[in-house]
């Protein structure tokens, strides 16, 4: 096992107990946001901030993982990798290292994209008091998205129905309607909830805990599921014509892409984590991300969320099939293999890197 698999987990509990020790063996201040709920085991589910470097520190460079739950695992391995190697080590005086562990730990636990209301996560960072985003395409395809039954019959049913909407209407809008996120359907998948969960209502009260006396703001929201298997994009959801985008591309080159352009992976979706940054942190300089690992096939992953979605509303972890659905949806979000491991904590070394250097330019 090379250096970087071994900080990886196989479940949420050993990820975050990795992710406290190697913390603290680097020095950081560890705080605890603990959920109302609990684990598969009874385990307690928290969100854990870790701080490196001075309080008032006016540059910042944040780690956050398990935005979307089960891809927990691909951004607490990574964080726990860059604690074990010593990153923090060569941090400048000036700048502060905050690692957000765990922003949708339930999720994360009960391996599930989603939190405990069956809501996207990146989703939910909207307006709750105006009317939500619309999203026709899902409206359309919602019984094909969310299938009755996982028998093959039903889901090549399924598949027909989207295949036949992309071609009316091209690829990129059966993107958008599968992953746009929707708020019709509460036991849908890409829900976006109706009214601010817990990890937003507590990430909020991070953000302006641990980056209030911050100038410069960087944050790397680690996302595994979309792309070449290994490989990172660097999405911003701004334009191309925007300053941020503009930084972006300055400090980490071509790897950026923006989902207004439709250069992303990505589709533009409304109420992602970005959103919630740039409110919190209003007169700063915010510099926020999603970096996106590949995984398997998008078909894969949308067979994945559409078993898990089914699970939920048939049972859940009681239902016979939830050990082999609670599998199948991590492997799609998360590769077991060394070779992976290393190349996602390598690229996100080099994107940190970039980082230090860009907010000192």
Sequence with gaps: ?????????????????????????????????EHPLRGPE??????????IGPEDAPFILALGSGTHGVEGYCGSGVQTALL???????LPDDTGLVLIHGINPYGFAWNRR????????????????????????????????NPRDLSPETMAESRAHMRAYAERHGHRAMQHALSAGQYTHPNGVQFGGLEPVWSNRTLRMILREEMAKARRVVFI????????????????TEPETSETYKRMRRWWGAR???TVSGDSISSN??????VCLAEELQGREVTPMGLEFGTVPIAEVTMALQADNWLHQNGGPDNPKAKEIAKTIRDAFYIDADDWKEKVTAQ????????????HE
């Design 84 to 90: 074990a190697e010593g990153f923090a080590d060569g």
């Design 221 to 236: 929201d680690i996302h595994s599921g979309l792309g070449a298997c290994g490989e990172g994009e660097i999405i911003c």
């Design 114 to 145: 989603v939190n405990e209301d069956n809501v996207d996560l990146n989703r939910n960072f909207v307006d709750h008091a105006k009317p939500h985003p619309e999203n026709p395409g899902y409206e359309e395809l919602a019984e094909a998205i």
């Design 1 to 33: 096992m090379n250096a970087a698999a071994q900080n990886f987990s196989k479940t949420y509990r050993e990820a975050r107990d990795r992710f406290l020790q190697a913390a603290r063996a680097a020095g950081g201040r560890v705080n605890h946001h």
């Design 269 to 274: 979706v409304p109420g992602s984590i970005t």
């Design 256 to 258: 950026v892409r923006s």
């Design 42 to 51: 009874g385990e307690v589910l928290a969100t854990d901030v870790a701080r």
């Design 348 to 359: 996100t070394r080099d994107v940190c890197r970039a980082a230090l250097k860009g907010l």
